[in-house]
């Protein structure tokens, strides 16, 4: 059940200049590059704070490992990438708002090391966007909200985390939750 959240909005694709005409405020851009009908492996993300591109490694899904099912027993950290993307249409409620808000201070708070390492990324992704439309296809994603990729030793697993709308109204809580989360998927346990 969904708390102090609206239903996650479906995300029909915009025209770039529909897009800026309805969003005052900037939001990150991404651009994806797509050549021979491949998911992209890396994208520019452009932020008002930054200024200039940064590069943002997406992990590139080759076989579906079943849900529900680890990885791999073992996996080595250099095996393992982590992808949070907080897809959002061009107007975003309070509660839409939130959620990308707060997994974006939960991943650059207590991950720093696997950032830089690029072991995990975050992005907030405007899914009404037609250049966004392959990440949207790879992720399956219908509706605005928190998706996480992992891919362990080339077996990619995608997830919609729908538990953190119930959280945030709390933000130790979400933290800690999500944290969680993203632990054990750092490790490579999918379960």
């Given at each position: 059940?969904?708390?102090g959240?609206?239903a996650p909005?479906p995300?029909?694709?915009?025209?770039?200049?529909?897009?800026?005409?309805?969003?005052?405020?900037?939001t990150?851009?991404?651009?994806?590059?797509?050549?021979?009908?491949?998911?992209?492996?890396q994208?520019e993300?452009r932020?008002?704070?930054?200024?200039?591109?940064?590069?943002?490694?997406?992990?590139?899904?080759?076989k579906a490992?079943p849900e529900?099912q680890k990885a791999?027993?073992?996996?080595s950290?250099?095996d393992v990438?982590?992808e949070?993307?907080h897809?959002?249409a061009t107007k975003?409620c309070y509660?839409c708002?939130?959620?990308?808000?707060?997994a974006?201070?939960?991943?650059?708070t207590?991950?720093?090391?696997?950032?830089?390492?690029?072991r995990?990324?975050?992005?907030?992704i405007?899914?009404?966007?037609?250049?966004?439309?392959?990440?949207?296809?790879?992720?399956?994603?219908?509706s605005?909200?928190?998706?996480?990729?992992?891919t362990v030793?080339?077996?990619?697993h995608?997830e919609?985390?729908?538990?953190?709308?119930?959280?945030?109204?709390?933000e130790?809580?979400?933290?800690?939750?999500?944290?969680?989360v993203?632990?054990?998927r750092?490790?490579?346990?999918?379960?």
């Amino acid at each position: 059940m969904v708390v102090g959240a609206c239903a996650p909005d479906p995300l029909p694709i915009q025209s770039e200049a529909q897009a800026q005409r309805a969003s005052p405020t900037p939001t990150v851009r991404l651009a994806l590059a797509i050549t021979g009908g491949n998911v992209p492996t890396q994208a520019e993300v452009r932020t008002p704070a930054a200024g200039s591109p940064q590069k943002l490694q997406l992990a590139t899904p080759t076989k579906a490992s079943p849900e529900g099912q680890k990885a791999s027993a073992t996996p080595s950290n250099s095996d393992v990438r982590v992808e949070v993307i907080h897809f959002h249409a061009t107007k975003q409620c309070y509660s839409c708002k939130v959620v990308g808000d707060l997994a974006e201070k939960t991943v650059t708070t207590y991950f720093k090391d696997e950032l830089a390492s690029g072991r995990l990324t975050f992005a907030h992704i405007n899914g009404q966007l037609p250049e966004n439309r392959a990440l949207l296809d790879k992720y399956g994603a219908k509706s605005t909200g928190l998706y996480i990729g992992t891919t362990v030793g080339g077996s990619f697993h995608k997830e919609t985390d729908i538990k953190v709308w119930s959280k945030i109204k709390n933000e130790k809580d979400y933290f800690e939750y999500l944290k969680g989360v993203l632990t054990k998927r750092l490790a490579g346990d999918i379960t």
